[in-house]
């Protein structure tokens, strides 16, 4: 997936706003390469040379306490020589917030992005120190 992204491409969802293609590849080898245990299904909904549209259901492990997530993403791109320059993806914060955080921290990150972005930036940092490239 990685691969796929032009050097100046963006990448925006509930947790993270990634402004380089490095900090992109960054967040995948932590998802991929991460003990989440993640798998995907998804469905191209609509595509071309320009624009994708796909619904995702990931399926993974969060945090030291292991808790199960299904979290159904719709994931919109932007192509830029034939490579993902805007990558897009929207999902119910407050599902997804309950279902890997739990209680009263899960319901503050539900419904405060500043929580959700601070606690996803935090993560990343540690993990790419911890597995430089």
Same mark, same amino acid.
């Given at each position: ?45 609509? *595509?071309?040379?320009? $624009? /994708?549209? @796909? ?10 306490? #292991? &808790? ?28 997804? *917030?309950?279902?890997? $955080? /739990?209680? @009263? ?10 929580? #959700? &972005? ?16």
């Amino acid at each position: 997936m990685a691969s796929c992204y032009h050097p100046a491409a963006t990448f925006e969802d509930i947790a993270f706003r990634l402004n380089r293609r490095e900090e992109i590849h960054d967040m995948w080898r932590m998802i991929c390469l991460g003990e989440s245990e993640i798998s995907v299904t998804f469905e191209i909904v609509q *595509a071309d040379d320009h $624009i /994708g549209y @796909v619904r995702a259901v990931d399926k993974y492990k969060f945090g030291p306490a #292991r &808790r199960p997530v299904i979290n159904i993403i719709d994931s919109h791109f932007s192509f830029q020589e034939d490579l993902i320059i805007k990558h897009h993806d929207l999902c119910d914060p407050h599902a997804w *917030a309950s279902a890997a $955080i /739990g209680g @009263v921290n899960g319901f503050i990150a539900g419904r405060v992005p500043l929580v #959700r &972005r601070f606690m996803a930036h935090r993560k990343l940092k540690k993990w790419v120190k911890r597995n430089p490239r």
